[in-house]
Structure formats: C-alpha cells, structure tokens
C-alpha cells in the first residue's frame, strides 16, 4: 500500500511522518500549482467546486509517482464534500487508473467501517494500538499548526516579515526530506527557535483580521493565494477560525460533544443561524460574531465559488456587519481568480481598516 491524501495546508507534513512512523509507505503529492489545478480542472465538472478540482490534480501527481491509496476524510450533512470520494473515485476510473480510496467518515456515519478503515491506515491489531497513533497524530499536527500561527504573529511584528517566509520556507522544503516522528519533531523544535529569534518592532499595534470561511479555502495557501503571508507583510496579525487542530479537537478528540471553543461559536452564531446548513457555514457565522467580540478590526470570509453553506453564511454577514459594525469582505475563489485583482481588494480592505481605527482614536480625543 503506498498511501497518498490530498494537499491541506501544513497536514502533508504532519501526515507524512504520522504514517511512516507506522510503517505505511507514503507518497505525497508536490505542493499545489498551477499545474495542478489545471490537470484538476481539465478533468472534473465544470460547476463542481474547487477543492474537488485541487485534489483530483494532487492525486493525479501522486499516481505519477506511484501512488496506489488515497486517503481522504468523509462529511455529512448538506454539503458536497461527503460526495468527494465518489466522484473523484469515477473520474479517476474513467481516466483508466485503479487506486483504492480509504474514507474516514464521520463516526456518526458508521463506526464499523471507520474501525476497518482506521485499523487498516494504522497498521493496528487493537484499539490500544489506535489510540496510540491517534496520540502521535495529535502531536504532529499540534506541533505543526504552532509553527503556522507562530509565523503568522513573528510576520506581522516583525522588523522584515521576509526573515519569516525564509525560515518557513526553509522548514517545509526540509520538511519533505524527515524520515519518520522523531526527525520531524527536531526540526519542528529548531523551527520554532529561529522564529523566535526574528527580531520585532518596538510598540507595534498590528490591525487584527479574522479569517473565516469554508475550511479548504481558509487552510490551503495555494488556492488562497497565501493570503496569510500577503497580509503579514501589511502588517497584519491574521487569526484563522479554522486549522487541522481545531478540526481534530472538535470531530476526533472531543467527540462526541464537540470542542468548547466551537460549541461557542454555535451560540454566538444562533441569534443569526439557529440550523446546520452544510459545510462550517454555522461556524463561519459564529467565527464573525467572535472576531467583532474580541477586538478584531475585521473578517474576511472565503468560500469556493458555487459553495452553498458558505453562501448562505455570506446572506447573513451583512446582517452581524450591521449590528456589530463590524467589517467584513468575502472573497470567492475559483481557477479564475486572478491575484492581481485579489491583492488590490486586500489592501483596500487593511486601508479602510486603518482608517477606521484612526477615525476611532481620533473620536476618543475629543
């Protein structure tokens, strides 16, 4: 079994060594491209939204490489995401390749076959054998969501925010070539310390921006066209309402009551959207009324052009918008989003916010 998974975000990294270190072979794909996407697109439905068109380009790679497992996880509810390893399974057989696809649903979905699937994924001959790989998983993808959001924060203060992108950069090309846990988790560690070793400026107040929105679009950078490092280097301290660890703390180690945090944002987003639309419209929802709560100076919403619980959550911003007078922007992706345009709107956006936090300093003066 040579296992392959879709890119998201900094997940390859920890995937990869989480499955050596199990002793599965492994075989991730290049990071996302152009390239990518347009193998992605030239084979999917045209309408079909774009991480479905992403991932069928990542497997396709993978497949050149020798990739002959796909491991994805599953969804319920309204939203298309629980019918991926469907239609990725046909277009991949209709372009002649037989790969087996391991789904990991929801356990609310059916948890004879999720045990299968995750004895099968990790080499494991009981549920002790189980809990100690979820155990290492939760680490590693812990550890490497603290490198992102400490990069996020080093970027915004620090005195050349392109001191951070070489160390970050540096990190994920050594990242490919760590063999197993324990080789990874040291260059995690000396990760961390060069981060911490940027130099800052003094009494630097950055504007604060939320980032809310469906999960793929807020996680991957290709497909958000690094959206994290473009406003870092405004001067921008980004705070994402979704990574890989919220997601595991929320579906897998909280299960099944959930995580505190993102129970909370199903109360702040009731008074707006009281049912389950599908996808993390509810938590997009609930994320905004956090963000205008906590100080932020603003949102930004992304969503996958097409994408239903999103466009429903971007119906009732306009409404959290109103009563919190709090701004927010939404920005639609697909493969023809251009970057010119997108980075023209990001720093009209962190413009407007500038000035309205002059505005506000101003008022309190006199």
């Known amino acids: 079994m040579k296992i392959t998974f879709p890119h998201f975000?900094?997940?390859?990294?920890?995937?990869?060594?989480?499955?050596?270190?199990?002793?599965?072979?492994?075989?991730?794909?290049?990071?996302?491209?152009?390239?990518?996407?347009?193998?992605?697109?030239?084979?999917?439905?045209?309408t079909i939204c774009l991480p479905l068109k992403v991932m069928i380009g990542n497997f396709l790679e993978s497949i050149e490489k020798g990739a002959d497992t796909i491991v994805l996880t599953g969804s319920c509810g309204p939203c298309r995401f629980g019918y991926y390893s469907i239609l990725q399974r046909n277009i991949l057989e209709e372009l002649g390749y037989n790969v087996e696809f391991i789904v990991l649903d929801p356990a609310g979905e059916g948890f004879k076959r999720l045990k299968k699937?995750?004895?099968?994924?990790?080499?494991?001959?009981?549920?002790?054998?189980?809990?100690?790989?979820?155990?290492?998983?939760?680490?590693?993808?812990?550890?490497?969501?603290?490198?992102t959001d400490l990069s996020n924060k080093k970027r915004a203060y620090a005195v050349n925010s392109h001191e951070v992108d070489a160390i970050i950069d540096r990190y994920y090309r050594d990242a490919e070539k760590t063999f197993r846990a324990k080789e990874l988790m040291d260059l995690m560690d000396d990760t961390i310390n060069e981060l911490n070793n940027v130099k800052l400026k003094d009494g630097f107040e950055p504007i604060r921006i939320g980032i809310i929105g469906e999960i793929y679009t807020v996680i991957e950078p290709f497909v958000?066209?690094?959206?994290?490092?473009?406003?870092?280097?405004?001067?921008?301290?980004?705070?994402?309402?979704?990574?890989?660890?919220?997601?595991?703390?929320?579906?897998?180690?909280?299960?099944?009551?959930?995580?505190?945090?993102?129970?909370l944002?199903?109360?702040?987003?009731?008074?707006?959207?009281?049912?389950?639309?599908?996808?993390?419209?509810?938590?997009?929802?609930?994320?905004?009324?956090?963000?205008?709560?906590?100080?932020?100076?603003?949102?930004?919403?992304?969503?996958?052009?097409?994408?239903?619980?999103?466009?429903?959550?971007?119906?009732?911003?306009?409404?959290?918008?109103?009563?919190?007078?709090?701004?927010?922007?939404?920005?639609?992706l697909d493969e023809m989003t251009g970057e010119a345009g997108y980075m023209t709107r990001l720093e009209a956006f962190v413009d407007l916010l500038y000035r309205k936090r002059e505005e506000k300093k101003w008022k309190s003066i006199i």
């Open 9 to 46: 975000g900094n997940v390859y990294i920890a995937g990869k060594a989480f499955f050596e270190e199990l002793g599965q072979e492994v075989i991730p794909p290049p990071k996302s491209s152009r390239k990518t996407l347009e193998m992605g697109t030239k084979f999917s439905q045209e």
């Open 117 to 147: 699937n995750a004895y099968t994924l990790f080499n494991a001959k009981n549920i002790r054998d189980v809990y100690r790989a979820g155990k290492l998983g939760w680490q590693l993808i812990n550890k490497a969501d603290y490198i």
């Open 224 to 263: 958000n066209m690094e959206i994290e490092r473009k406003l870092g280097h405004m001067g921008v301290l980004v705070d994402k309402s979704l990574t890989p660890t919220i997601w595991v703390e929320h579906h897998v180690k909280s299960f099944p009551f959930g995580s505190k945090t993102e129970r």
């Open 265 to 332: 944002k199903y109360k702040k987003a009731e008074p707006y959207l009281k049912t389950l639309v599908g996808g993390h419209g509810r938590e997009t929802v609930g994320s905004a009324v956090y963000y205008a709560e906590n100080g932020f100076d603003g949102a930004i919403q992304l969503l996958p052009l097409n994408c239903m619980p999103e466009i429903v959550a971007k119906s009732i911003l306009s409404s959290v918008i109103e009563d919190y007078k709090f701004p927010i922007m939404t920005l639609i």
